[in-house]
C-alpha cells in the first residue's frame, strides 16, 4: 500500500519554539505539499515542492520554512512557534503529473501553548 | 485564475436519504475533477475522480458527472449511511497547484 507517513499525530509546544513537521512518502512522487486545515476555513497550502530542492510558496507562507533534501521527505518548520499556528497540518504527495490525485497524509494536530 | 465553490454545510440527513453535494468550478484548460472525502481524525483520500466531460466517476455508492457546459461536478449518493458521515472536498487538478473547495460536513443520522 502506498504511503504518506507524518511523523506525529498529536504535537503540543510552547511558544517561541522551533517546531519540525516531517512526511515522508514511499512513492517517488515529484510533488510533495503542506497545508494546514482550519475550521471554517478548509485547506491552504502553506509550500509546494516540485521537485528535490524545489519549493514554492503557497498562500500562507509567513512564519513557516520547508527543507527538500532527499526526494521522500518533506519537512515543515515553524521557527517560532506562535498560538495562531495551532492548527491541523496536512502534508500531501503526488507523481509529477498534475492531473493525479493527492496522496495525503493522516494528519498532525499541532497546539502551541 | 482557477477556483472551487462548494456549498456549505453541515448537510444533516437521516440514514439511507438521498445526498447532492454541489459543486461549481472555474478553470482555464481541461483539468480533472476530483472528490475526497476526510473521516474524522483522518487525512483526506480519493473518493472519485472524472477526467474529461461527461464522464462518471463513481466509487462505493458515490457518482459525479463531469459537466462542462455547466462547469459542475455535482456528488450524488442514492442512500447514504451513517459511516458516510465526514468532510467531502470538490478539487480540480490540471495545474501544480490544486484548487481545493472549502469543503462540505455531512453528518448522518441513523
Known amino acids: 500500500d502506498v504511503k504518506v507517513t507524518q511523523s506525529s499525530r498529536y504535537l503540543v509546544k510552547r511558544t517561541g519554539e522551533k517546531v519540525f513537521l516531517e512526511c515522508v512518502q514511499d512513492m517517488d512522487h515529484e510533488n510533495m505539499f503542506w497545508y494546514r486545515q482550519d475550521p471554517g476555513l478548509g485547506l491552504r497550502l502553506i509550500y509546494f515542492s516540485y521537485d528535490v530542492k524545489m519549493k514554492e510558496k503557497g498562500d500562507i507562507p509567513e512564519g513557516y520554512s520547508v527543507s527538500r533534501e532527499k526526494k521522500e521527505r518533506f519537512s515543515l518548520i515553524l521557527e517560532s512557534a506562535s498560538t495562531n499556528q495551532t492548527s491541523m497540518y496536512l502534508c500531501a504527495s503526488r507523481s509529477g503529473q498534475t492531473n493525479e490525485k493527492l496522496f495525503f497524509g493522516s494528519g498532525t494536530q499541532l497546539s502551541v501553548l | 485564475g482557477d477556483s472551487v465553490t462548494q456549498m456549505e454545510g453541515p448537510v444533516t440527513l437521516s440514514e439511507e436519504a438521498f445526498l447532492t453535494i454541489n459543486c461549481t468550478y472555474t478553470?482555464?484548460?481541461?483539468?480533472?475533477l476530483f472528490w475526497y472525502v476526510q473521516y474524522p481524525g483522518e487525512g483526506l483520500q480519493l473518493l472519485l475522480k472524472a477526467t474529461k466531460a461527461d464522464d462518471k466517476g463513481s466509487n462505493k455508492g458515490f457518482e459525479a458527472t463531469y459537466r462542462k457546459e455547466t462547469t459542475s461536478f455535482h456528488l450524488e449518493k442514492g442512500s447514504v449511511q451513517v459511516s458516510d458521515s465526514a468532510v467531502y472536498f470538490c478539487a480540480l487538478g490540471g495545474s501544480y497547484i490544486p484548487t481545493f473547495g472549502r469543503g462540505t460536513s455531512l453528518i448522518v443520522h441513523p
Open positions: 478553470a482555464t484548460g481541461y483539468p480533472s
